[in-house]
């Protein structure tokens, strides 16, 4: 059975840093993409960060230059350090794994997702 499960997020303050972390069990890594996406109130869930297996990585706009997706060699975790953040990065930030062929890694079509990591950042 395939798990997910994400830690590493919390309270801090605008300028700040998190590292997030996204465990993986029982999954090997024989799909194109692992992505973190987020999620804020009353907002659509959106992809932040994406590293595909070739150890290529993809970043929305809005998250080019302060975050950072990496995995340790191992390729059972995967990170999200994230830098200088902003009010506006407050959300749930989800891991995602098992993307179909096809797809773009922003699309929401993973076969499996973590059960989320709260971030909050103050002014």
């Known amino acids: 059975q395939v798990q997910l499960v994400e830690s590493g997020g919390g309270p801090v303050q605008a300028g700040g840093s998190l590292r997030l972390s996204c465990a993986t069990s029982?999954?090997?890594?024989?799909?194109?993409?692992v992505a973190w996406f987020r999620q804020a109130p009353v907002k659509e869930r959106e992809g932040v960060a994406g590293?595909?297996?070739?150890?290529?990585?993809y970043y929305a706009d809005s998250v080019k230059g302060r975050f950072t997706i990496s995995r340790d060699s191992a390729k059972t975790t995967v990170y999200l350090q994230m830098n200088s953040l902003k009010p506006e990065d407050t959300a749930m930030y989800y891991c995602?794994?098992?993307?179909?062929?096809?797809?773009?890694?922003?699309?929401?079509?993973?076969?499996?997702w973590g059960q989320g990591t709260q971030v909050t950042v103050s002014s």
């Open positions: 995602a794994a098992d993307l179909p062929g096809g797809y773009n890694w922003r699309s929401e079509r993973y076969n499996y």
């Open positions: 029982g999954y090997t890594y024989r799909s194109r993409y």
């Open positions: 590293i595909h297996t070739s150890g290529t990585t």
